[in-house]
């Protein structure tokens, strides 16, 4: 998968801000340098109403418009104006491992349980004037399937505010699968609800996207590892007791990371995070056994009820073994790392929480 492809668009966006924001810091000249280094890539296509593709006068790249299929699969798609429509329905064997992968740039994007025997079904609604044809292929592997979701951005307006909800995406995949979900997105507003799931490996690469990822049912499998990185955008969580995840992972760079772990951890949790000029929130269930180890260079740290065992390692009053813990290792540059403690009748609603 070309990582970088999704997401040029997205860095020419902010590429103006960031260089003057770093550039009152010391690492000024490495960061530059690392945005000069940054491919762009220009897409000009013009979808016509058969569905065919004209080069523009400047493409660097072709974008495929083809629809690849299981012998399995079922596909359709109607066009209502310029808005179309799209659809697949992809099946398998229950217990099947599945792989995922989503290249998207810029959508609204979702991920919920399918019921039934369903493995997987895809809708699309989307704009053929700023988006190319919904792109869907499936593959076999020993023990299962693979499958590839994407869709790029091909209009000539850079200004994206406004325009994910003119790409949708809602995705539904089965609980009888065991599933690794490789995302990859760009600019995107992104729910997703992996509850009752089994889920064996989950990567989340959220650029500049606004994300929520909820386990509102407990797992029935461990989760061998969730890896999360996110550049200028909010990365949210619920309920991550519920996902009885193993070792996770979060790479936060200038955007907002807020870890909620409802009112229980079912297993125990090594978690690390880097985090650079972002924002970092632990919110913990009251008496979580916890041990932290925090670095901090210019930034903050604010970890109320812990005590500090020796210089930059911490453990939560009342520690006891025993009971799941959560062990975190966390770096802050410039930024801040927060721990709020969730007491037994708490009620907040962190869907709605930065």
């Known amino acids: ?16 801000l960031l260089i003057p924001l770093w550039s009152s810091h010391a690492q000024s000249t490495s960061f ?11 897409y000009k296509f013009r979808i016509s109403d058969s569905g065919s593709c004209d080069d523009g006068q400047s493409v660097r790249n072709r974008s495929k418009l083809g629809r690849l299929f299981g012998k399995n699969g079922n596909e359709g798609g109607t066009s209502r104006g310029r808005t179309q429509t799209f659809s697949s329905l992809l099946s398998g064997d229950a217990g099947e491992s599945v792989d995922l992968s989503v290249e998207i740039a810029v959508a609204d994007f979702s991920i919920e349980p399918a019921g039934g025997d369903t493995m997987i079904y895809i809708s699309v609604e989307y704009d053929p004037d700023i988006y190319s044809f919904p ?30 909800g003119r790409n949708v995406w809602k995705v539904r995949i089965g609980s009888q699968f ?29 650029g500049f996207s606004d994300t929520m990822l909820k386990f509102s049912l407990p797992a029935s499998s461990d989760m061998k590892k969730l890896i999360v990185d996110t550049g200028l955008g909010s990365f949210r969580t619920k309920n991550l007791g519920n996902a009885r995840i193993v070792h996770m992972s979060v790479d936060n760079g200038l955007g907002s990371a807020v870890l909620d772990y409802g009112q229980a951890l079912l297993r125990d949790t090594r978690v690390q995070v880097e985090s650079g000029l972002g924002s ?3 919110r913990l269930p009251e008496r979580l056994p916890v041990e932290m180890e925090v670095e901090t260079s210019m930034g903050s740290a604010d970890l109320p009820h812990f005590d500090e065992i020796r210089d930059g390692f911490y453990r ?12 975190a290792d966390v770096s802050v540059g410039l930024g801040s790392v927060t721990v709020i403690w969730i007491t037994a009748d708490d ?3 962190q869907d709605d929480s930065k």
Not at 316 to 327: D, E, F, H, K, Q
């Open 135 to 164: 792109e869907v292929s499936q593959s076999r592997k020993e023990g299962g399937s693979a499958i590839s979701l994407h869709s790029e951005f091909v209009g000539d307006d850079p200004d994206l505010e406004h325009k994910t």
């Open 316 to 327: 939560s009053i009342g520690y006891m073994t025993g009971n799941p813990a959560l062990n």
């Open 1 to 16: 998968m070309n990582k970088p492809h999704s997401r040029s668009v997205a860095f020419l966006l902010i590429g103006a």
């Open 347 to 349: 009620t907040t609603d």
């Open 32 to 42: 530059a340098s690392l945005l000069d280094k940054v491919p762009v890539i220009h």
């Open 178 to 206: 065991i599933w690794s979900l490789d995302l990859d997105l760009a600019y995107t507003e992104t729910n997703l609800e992996l509850g009752g799931l089994k889920i064996e490996d989950l990567n989340v690469n959220s």
């Open 280 to 282: 970092v929130k632990f």
